[in-house]
């Protein structure tokens, strides 16, 4: 009887073995005949766009100037893990091939999965989403470097404002094949002090702004036949004018052509339902004086289909296309806009001569200031909405302003909470103190990181990357902490960053 009891249990255990051993095979089976696909990869992924060689879907575009002897690059990161490269490819990174130029700027086009690349020498480059690679050669011919430019999401032309030369480009680059692109006869025009170039997504609005200025000009598209408009500061052919350059603004009783509500107008955005265009008047931050009565911080608001161009002037007599404005002391370098506020982002004058930054919420349907909270102190040029019902904002040079005097943290990122109506600097840290940056850039400064040149949101993944101080840096959305950057630094200079998977090109 013992014997039968002692081989029953014996017997159990050799079959749980073996049923161990098949379902382990089982196991390796379907992973090695199916193959292991951490990505989930389809045929075509979202819209239909197709799989990257790097098999990455959710990748962050790093702009990286002297990562090599050679030159820059720019470097892929997979953004759902925070890792360089593909998990296939460990200690390893994929970039953009057939590009090797010091990339300074990145403007990202995910739903035409292209985007546009300016590099140090004053060149353009197109991006192949899908491939990953440059199309090769440059699209511009003008003598960089640029100020500022802007190509559209059709490509059809290229705008660019080179300050150094007081010039002012219009190019048009033919159809980009798969291994080159080819430029059409450019239009130059003499615009002096030119630094601004500004186009609505549809660029039928193009504004032109000057460096110490109170004007704003605008292009315009005529009838060879015809003869340029009476005000016209240029034009292009100057026998058969194609397009011509034109003031915004309104006849004053001097005879000049002018718009009295600018002050050192800076920037300019175009409202979501697309009938308004909002110009940020920098005032005392851009040079503005009380003496010269430019001095005061303004959003202009203006109505777009004034401003379109074929919109052409057959008088003298100008009419102003803007409708209002609204003073905003806080400072109006750069905006965003929900469809129900609009925030923006500047500084304004302190007593002691300094600069200080703020975040300024102006309701659309009363278009005056509710609120005015304290963000980074610099120059603001990158705005954005997230996850988490937030808004990032970013600036330059911040280590000069009110809060650096003042011993306050000086970093040049501020995350604001629209629910609770909060605004943090991030990283936040005690200069001089124990809170101190958590992932130092290489300059090991414990309380700065840097300018902040690039910022993108990751949709639906609770974060943000950034090319701050010259690295990369991630956020959370949730609270604005960061996330450990060690597999997703660079080598070289991290000068921008472009989510190119984003649903949307609205999204960055």
Known sequence: MPQQLLRFPLKSVSVARSATALLCAAVVLLLTGCGYRPYKTTVDQFAGRPVPPSKLTQRVMVAISQSTL??????????????????????????????????????????????FVYDSTGMISTINYSTEASLGGAITTAP???????????????????????????????????????????????????????????????????????????????????????????????????????????????????????????????????????????????????????????????????????????????????VSSTPVPGGATDAISDGTTLYVSGQQLQTDNLFAGN???????????????????????????????????????????????????????TRYDITNQAAAIVPAVTPGGTQTVPY????????????LTGLCYVESLGKVYTAYGGQVHAFNTVDGSEIDNTNITVQGTANDVAYIDASTNEVN
Not at 79 to 108: C, E, G, H, P, W
Not at 201 to 215: F, K, Y
């Open 440 to 451: 130092p850039n290489e300059n090991l400064d414990q309380y700065y990181y840097g300018s």
């Open 359 to 413: 975040l300024s919420l102006i309701p659309l349907s009363t278009k005056t200031v509710s609120k005015t909270l304290s963000i980074s102190d610099g120059t603001h040029n990158k705005m954005l909405f997230a996850d988490n019902n937030t808004l990032w904002i970013g600036s330059t040079s911040c280590a000069s302003g009110e809060k650096a005097a003042h011993s306050q943290n000086y970093n040049c990122l």
């Open 144 to 322: 960089g470097p640029s100020s500022s430019w802007f190509v559209p999401n059709d490509s059809s032309e290229i705008f660019d404002a080179v300050e150094r030369t007081g010039n002012f480009y219009m190019l048009s680059p033919t159809t980009a094949t798969a291994t080159t692109s080819s430029i059409a006869t450019p239009y130059t025009f003499a615009v002096p002090s030119v630094y601004k170039v500004i186009a609505n997504p549809a660029h039928t609005v193009i504004l032109l702004m000057l460096r110490n200025s109170d004007m704003v000009y605008r292009i315009v598209k005529v009838n060879s036949s015809v003869p340029q408009p009476p005000g016209a500061l240029t034009c292009q052919p100057q026998n058969q004018p194609v397009y011509c350059i034109v003031p915004v603004g309104s006849t004053q009783t001097d005879g000049t052509i002018r718009e009295p509500a600018f002050h050192r107008p800076v920037n300019a955005y175009f409202s979501p339902d697309g009938s308004q265009v909002y110009f940020m008047s920098c005032g005392a931050e851009c040079g503005g004086t009380a003496a010269g009565g430019d001095d005061v911080p303004a959003v202009n608001f203006a109505n777009l289909a004034s401003l379109t161009v074929d919109v052409i002037p057959t008088s003298a007599n100008y009419v102003s296309p803007v």
């Open 70 to 115: 050679l030159g820059g690059s720019l470097e892929l990161l997979d953004a759902k893990r925070d890792i360089r490269s593909n998990v296939f490819t460990a200690n390893s990174t994929f970039s953009i091939s057939a590009y090797a130029a010091n990339a300074t700027q990145i403007l990202s086009y995910p739903e035409q999965t292209r985007g």
